[in-house]
């Protein structure tokens, strides 16, 4: 697996005027490298596209087409994410002043050693802190 990819990065795929060349790399790179996201990821995403529907901004039919098509790119779902909820990640996200959500894209890339893709401006802040690569 090549990065870890976080949320706001899958989520710009699917919102116009939300993409940019930097996510649209992002992307060409998962299709052909992988990535690696936690267990939280998944619920980010479903969370994020249902909540576009409830805004009328996409409908039920192009979100399910969306994360059918998610489901065929090679993202891992790491599954030692919980097991470094109660440690490394919380202490990540007190450090940084993160969600532990978000802590745990952090720790993934942290423990995995690999870049990590946000638009998230805090987490981008806290990665560049720990001299974690940082992509979108």
């Given amino acids: ?4 990819l976080d949320a706001s990065v899958t989520v710009a795929w699917y919102f ?13 790179h998962v299709s052909i490298g992988g990535a690696m996201a936690p267990a939280v990821w998944p619920l980010e995403v479903a969370n994020a596209l249902m ?19 998610l489901a065929l790119l090679p993202i891992g779902i790491d599954a030692d994410t919980g097991s470094y909820a109660w440690s490394t990640t919380l202490r990540l996200a007190e ?3 993160l969600t532990v959500y978000d802590a745990s894209y ?3 890339a942290q423990r995995r050693s690999l870049p990590l893709a946000t638009l998230d401006e805090p987490l981008r802040k806290a990665a560049e802190a720990l001299q974690i690569r940082v992509l979108g």
């Fill in 1 to 4: 697996m090549s990065l870890v």
């Fill in 16 to 28: 116009e005027g939300e993409g940019t060349a930097a996510t649209d790399a992002v992307l060409d």
């Fill in 51 to 69: 909540m576009a529907v409830r805004r009328k901004r996409i409908d039920g039919v192009y979100r399910d087409a969306a994360l059918a098509e």
């Fill in 95 to 97: 450090r940084f002043a």
């Fill in 106 to 108: 952090l720790e993934l």
